[in-house]
């Protein structure tokens, strides 16, 4: 039973570029959440979606945008890359949108900015 | 912007030794958890605590949430050094949106 899948684990892009980082949820998940960790801290909330649709969404501009599949899976896309966008990128599955459920992790995707 | 606050931010202790991990908020949670994250990997969950006052606990960890649903704290008996990691606490807050901390270092030496 393969976990969270992402995609590339590591990317290198220059200001200005545009990116897209990609997640495969858990067998039987169907919400996807989005996290930013820079360096030395904890993961920030960027959104989630679920039946295709954004339902939550942190303090992050609209550069950063997201789209899920019919297959659950999902894409982060950051516009603009600023070099403050140099992070951590991990996406989480879960099986439903209760708080009590549990977050399963990818590995998650290193973006430099440089 | 960090709702939680963790303390210490990293901790070095010889194996053997005990330590407490201490996450606080001004804000009022519907429910708590502590994820260990290792170096290259994503956050893994230990525990979820609901109640105000539970006590939970995993093997040499205990876990336990403020009365007021506000804070926690996660002790270590005897750590080891396959305890090492960063240890985060995330409030679960306005329904299914994870707040996470900032994280306290652990490392613990043989």
């Known amino acids: 039973?393969?976990?969270?899948?992402?995609?590339?684990?590591?990317?290198?892009?220059?200001?200005?570029?545009?990116?897209?980082?990609?997640?495969?949820?858990?067998?039987?998940?169907?919400?996807?959440?989005?996290?930013?960790?820079?360096?030395?801290?904890?993961?920030?909330?960027?959104?989630?979606?679920?039946?295709?649709?954004?339902?939550?969404?942190?303090?992050?501009?609209?550069?950063?945008?997201g789209h899920q599949f019919p297959n659950y899976s999902s894409e982060l896309n950051v516009n603009a890359l600023l070099l403050g966008d140099s992070a951590l990128y991990l996406c989480a599955s879960s099986a439903g949108t209760s708080s009590r459920e549990k977050l399963f992790f990818g590995s998650g995707t290193q973006l430099s900015v440089l | 912007t960090q709702l939680l606050e963790q303390s210490p931010q990293f901790l070095s202790i010889q194996e053997g030794e005990n330590l407490t991990v201490y996450c606080n908020s001004s804000s009022v949670f519907s429910s708590l958890q502590w994820y260990r994250q290792e170096p290259g990997e994503g956050p893994v969950l230990l525990v979820t605590v609901v109640t105000g006052g539970e006590v939970k606990k995993l093997k040499r960890l205990t876990f336990q949430f403020g009365d007021a649903r506000k804070d926690s704290s996660l002790h270590i008996t005897a750590a080891q050094p396959g305890d090492t990691g960063l240890y985060l606490c995330a409030g679960v807050y306005n329904f299914n949106k994870f707040y996470f901390g900032s994280g306290t270092k652990l490392n613990v030496k043989p």
């Not at chain 1, 393969?2 to 590339?8: L, R």
């Not at chain 1, 200005?16 to 997640?23: A, D, E, K, N, P």
């Not at chain 1, 996290?35 to 039946?51: D, K, N, R, V």
Request: proline share 6%.
């Open chain 1, 1 to 65: 039973d393969a976990g969270v899948t992402q995609s590339p684990t590591h990317l290198i892009k220059t200001r200005g570029q545009q990116v897209t980082l990609r997640c495969s949820p858990k067998s039987g998940h169907d919400t996807v959440s989005w996290y930013q960790q820079a360096l030395g801290q904890g993961p920030q909330f960027i959104f989630q979606y679920y039946e295709e649709e954004e339902r939550q969404r942190g303090n992050f501009p609209d550069r950063f945008s």
